[in-house]
């Protein structure tokens, strides 16, 4: 299969391995564009029989990709509180690296808060740069809940108290502390990082295509339906859009400088984000 025309993500498939690099700068936002080619992405991996294993990293040393972009959050319906029966686009977009028949796995070197964040745990396996990779879900410090899966993720990898902790507390969580957690399976030293991955990578690649999807469905065959809690997640997160406080604190977030490199870096600016 030819991974051509993608101007957003370098895609590449060798001995097995599908490799996506997200190259969107200035901070990875998953906007629009974005959210177009990482569909593009899982639909057409999902169907490359030569493909068994999944990679997705940054060329970004120092975001893996920033959140979804506030501004098509602002322009979402504030008036469906409605629980709809078919997942959203962004949850159905993530999903399916969850339920391919591959080994999906995302590699953190930077920066992964909001959609960024829900973007990896999606994934089979998360691994993170020490000193780098951050972490968060800061929804809650915008009046809104994160809306792309990261309320049903956490809770399952986490644990309640611990997913409670990152979505009310919205603040960053290092590859260390991710990794006792279990929000990533591994925080590893930079020099460290690819060659664990590459070579994880390459060893499930090696295995019977049928036998890694089956164990992956067998695996998940140990917890509940996830999709009933996605719905859940979707119906609160549009009821948030409603809220008095939502979108004059999603404005002030743009104001005081979200979504750009410099304060992105710095760290996500909720100090300033009360009414």
Known sequence: MAYDSYELLR???????????????????????????????????????????????SADPEFFAAHADVTLIQALPADDSTRH?????????VDRFRTMPKATIAVIEGIARGGGSELALSFDMRFA???????????VAVGIIPGGSGTQ???????RGRA????????????VTAAEWGYVNRALPDTELHPFVDALAARIA???????????????AALPDPID????????????????EAHPRMAAFL?????????????????????
């Open 11 to 57: 895609v590449r498939v060798d001995s097995g391995i599908a490799r996506a690099t997200i190259d969107h700068p200035p901070i990875n936002l998953i906007d629009l564009p974005l959210i177009i080619e990482l569909d593009r992405l899982g639909r057409e991996v999902e169907a490359d029989e030569s493909a068994r294993v999944v990679i997705l990293d």
């Open 129 to 139: 740069a020490i000193g780098r990779a951050i972490l968060a879900q800061p929804e």
């Open 229 to 244: 809690g996605l719905l859940t997640e979707d119906q609160l997160f549009r009821a948030c859009l409603g809220d008095p």
């Open 255 to 275: 104001a005081a400088g979200g979504q750009t490199r410099e304060v992105e870096v710095r760290g996500f600016p909720t100090g300033s984000l009360g009414s």
């Open 153 to 159: 993720r956490l809770h399952r990898l986490v644990g």
């Open 85 to 93: 029966s078919e997942l959203s686009d962004f949850h159905r977009i």
């Open 164 to 175: 409670l902790e990152i979505v009310l507390g919205a603040d960053d969580i290092d590859a």
């Open 206 to 220: 090696s295995f019977p295509a049928e036998a890694i999807a089956r164990a992956k469905s067998a695996v998940d």
